[in-house]
C-alpha cells in the first residue's frame, strides 16, 4: 500500500468486503467506479455490479464448457473420474425433476440442471480464501491502475449479491408467467388469479370475490421470486459476513488467530452443505413451480 494509506479499522475490513465493485453514473454526471459504498448506492437503478456480473458469467461458461465437453465426449462404455461425476448429477437432477414434474417439456429438465449447477459454483466461491482474489485486486488496482486501495472493491460470490439472486428468481418467474399462459390461455391464467380461493355460485357474491382473490393470488405469484431470491441471497449474505467476521481474528494475536483458523475450517465444512442445499432448494422450487405452471385443471 502507499505510505499515505493505513491499516482498515475492523468496521472498514468489513464494509470494505461487502461492498460491490460498481460502475454508474457519479455524482458530477460522468460515468465511472464508485468510491464507496454511498457513492454506489446513488447511482440508482441503471448502476452496474461489475464483479457480481463477470463472476455469474464467467461461471455460467465454466458451467457449460465442462458439461459440454463431457456430453461431446461420451459414449456408451461406463464413465469414469469427472465423466461419472457429471453424469451422476445430471441423473440426480433428471430423477429429482421427474419425481415432481408429471407433464411433459424439454424445457424444465435442463433449466432445473443449470439452475442447480450454476448457482452451486456461484455459491462455492465463498470457500475462496477471503482476502485472496480481493487483496489482488487492491494490488493491481493501486500499482497498475494508481487508485486508493481503500477505493477497490471486489466481491466474489454473486449470490452474496440480491441482484443476482433476483435476477434469477425472476427469470424463473417469466417462465412461470409464460408457461402458465401457454399451458392455461390467457383467460385460464386470469381465472386461477381471480376465481380462487373464494368463489360463490352466486353471480353477485364472485364479483365480489374477484378483486379479493386477485390481490391474494398476485401476491402469491410476485412472492414466488421474491421469497426464492431473497433465501438465497440472506444464506450466502449471512455466511459470507461469518467468513469475515473470523478473518478479523487474525489480526488480533496469536491465540484469537489459531481460533480463527480452527473456527474458519469448521464453518467451510458446514457451509459446504449449506452452498449445496441453497442450491438443492432452488432448484426444487422452481420445478415446483413449473409443474403449478404446468396444472391444467380446476382443483386448488
Known sequence: MSA?????????????????????????????????????????????????????????????????????????????????????????????????????????????????????????????????????????????????????????????DPNITLGTAFFVFFAIVFFSIREKGLVGFLKELTMHPFSSKNPILMLICIPINFVLEFINLLAKPVSLGLRLFGNLYAGEVIFILIALMYGVNFFLGALGLSLQVIWALFHILIIALQAFIFMVLTTVYMSMAFQNDEQH
Do not use: C
Open 4 to 160: 499515505e494509506s493505513h491499516a482498515p479499522t475492523a468496521s472498514e475490513y468489513i464494509k470494505h468486503h461487502l461492498t460491490n465493485l460498481t460502475y454508474g453514473q457519479l455524482p458530477d454526471g460522468t460515468w465511472g467506479f464508485a468510491k464507496s459504498s454511498e457513492e454506489a448506492a446513488s447511482m440508482g437503478f441503471w448502476s452496474i455490479n461489475v464483479d457480481s456480473m463477470a463472476w455469474s458469467i464467467v461461471l455460467g461458461f465454466v458451467f457449460f464448457f465442462l458439461f459440454r465437453s463431457v456430453a461431446k465426449k461420451a459414449t456408451s462404455d461406463a464413465p469414469t473420474g469427472f465423466a461419472n461425476g457429471v453424469e451422476a448429477v445430471v441423473e440426480f437432477v433428471d430423477n429429482t425433476v421427474k419425481s415432481m414434474f408429471p407433464y411433459r417439456s424439454r424445457m424444465v429438465a435442463p433449466m432445473a440442471l443449470t439452475v442447480f449447477v450454476w448457482i452451486f459454483f456461484m455459491n462455492a466461491m465463498d470457500l475462496i480464501a477471503i482476502d485472496l482474489i480481493p487483496g489482488t485486486a487492491v494490488l493491481i488496482g493501486e500499482h497498475v491502475f494508481g487508485a486508493d486501495p481503500h477505493n477497490v472493491f471486489f466481491k466474489i460470490v454473486p449470490t452474496t
